[in-house]
């Protein structure tokens, strides 16, 4: 129930950014499902749980018979042979020490679940997000070749009319060529990335994967809480490590209690023969009660010694890991923003590089046009445009890596 809410949580912080978000979701559905990272995890959480049976044991019972070969003799008769049995009993609460630790080690197997969940929810909307980019990219190429065809045919009209040279046409020509070489590299990378994609759902490589059409930057949404951070899972996993320290101690000031032990002896005693009397061959049974002391204790002093290094390591490695988890937030905020104000400037780069592509329209209508004018806005056009997809990319990936840290 813990994960279905937190993974709920972070469905609505992902696909809030934009309108058309089912495929992307349904998407994830399917990688949380059936990624084997995600099932080698709670493989290992449930093995951990199951180790709680493991130790909710008493040590093994005991058992002996020997057989005398000189048979002893006494008062009344021979000992001919001997069967024992002995059971150990751990201290009070021993079992229940041994339990409380394997499961604070499951707890902490069970924060792998939750942080791998989170980084392959953002694997694979990150995934999304740069065939996206790719498939933009295309699409803008392919736009501008038609463009470029459409000057080509005014290129070649001026030629006939004697206002352009047939070089002017050879250009745009060479200038579609390599639009269309960017557009078959771009198809490569596509099924490059449709791969991984698939490879993170666990299905096969060819899986025809289906982007939205288009991604806009949304408006600027409220302020981060950073303090947030301080519950995320990579860090909640420390404190649950440090849990199973305390508990493997409390384990081990049991282990260092004395051991009872509870035992039965037998012996067959054989009667004495030409002899009467009440005990003649009476079999002994004798009751036993043991008692096991650790005398020697310096390895759990040692233990004491090591869980308290233990629990200082993990309070030095969880503020590491908050260090970094913060510089990153911090990144990706600041990162955000600049693909935020790297839109906007290619936005109005873009709109007046259009204002320029009307201007040599017009010249054209009045007789005068530049072919290497022309090539010059419409490079531009493209650099704008491919920018413009980048930055939009870059917003969405970002937001990915906030969402994970700070959700």
Aim: with cysteine; charged share 25%; hydrophobic share 35%.
């Amino acid at each position: 129930m813990k994960t279905k809410n937190i993974l709920s949580v972070l469905f609505i912080l992902v696909f809030s950014c934009f309108s058309n978000a089912q495929e992307l979701q349904s998407l994830i559905n399917e990688a949380l499902a059936n990624n084997p990272k995600i099932q080698k995890f709670e493989l290992q959480h449930a093995i951990a749980s199951e180790k709680v049976n493991e130790v909710n044991t008493l040590p093994n019972t005991q058992f002996g018979i020997g057989y005398f070969a000189s048979e002893p003799e006494t008062r009344t008769g021979a000992q001919r042979f001997k069967i024992s049995a002995k059971q150990m009993l751990p201290w009070f609460g021993s079992i229940t020490a041994r339990e409380n630790y394997v499961n604070s080690l499951a707890d902490a197997k069970y924060e792998d679940i939750v942080i791998a969940k989170r980084q392959l929810i953002t694997d694979v909307s990150q995934s999304y997000y740069k065939l996206y980019t790719i498939q933009a990219k295309q699409d803008v190429l392919t736009k501008n070749i038609e463009l470029l065809k459409t000057y080509e045919t005014l290129a070649l009209t001026s030629v006939e009319v004697g206002k352009a040279s047939a070089v002017d046409v050879l250009r745009l020509q060479m200038r579609q060529n390599e639009l269309e070489q960017l557009k078959q590299v771009l198809a490569q990378k596509y099924l490059a990335e449709q791969t991984a994609l698939n490879k993170l759902l666990n299905r096969e490589s060819t899986t025809v994967v289906e982007v939205v059409k288009e991604l806009d930057i949304p408006l600027e949404k409220n302020e981060i809480d950073v303090k947030k951070l301080e519950l995320h899972p990579e860090l909640s996993k420390y404190d649950k490590l440090y849990q199973s320290v305390e508990q493997s101690e409390l384990l081990n000031q049991k282990e260092s209690s004395p051991m009872i032990g509870f035992g039965l002896d037998y012996i067959a005693v054989s009667e004495r023969p030409n002899m009467n009397f009440s005990d003649n061959g009476k079999d002994i049974v004798m009751p036993m009660v043991s008692l096991s002391i650790p005398i020697f204790n310096k390895k759990y002093k040692s233990k004491t010694k090591q869980h308290q290094l233990m629990q200082e390591e993990l309070l030095s490695q969880k503020q590491e890991r908050l260090n970094k988890l913060e510089t990153l937030l911090s990144k990706a905020i600041n990162n955000r923003i600049a693909s935020r104000i790297s839109y906007n400037t290619q936005t109005k780069n873009l709109k007046q590089a259009k204002d320029a592509e009307e201007i040599l329209i017009k010249n054209y209508e009045t007789g005068t046009i530049d072919f290497n004018d022309v090539l010059d806005i419409q490079e531009l056009q493209l650099k704008f445009q491919m920018n413009q997809i980048e930055s939009i990319k870059d917003y969405f990936v970002q937001t990915t890596i906030i969402n994970y840290l700070s959700n």
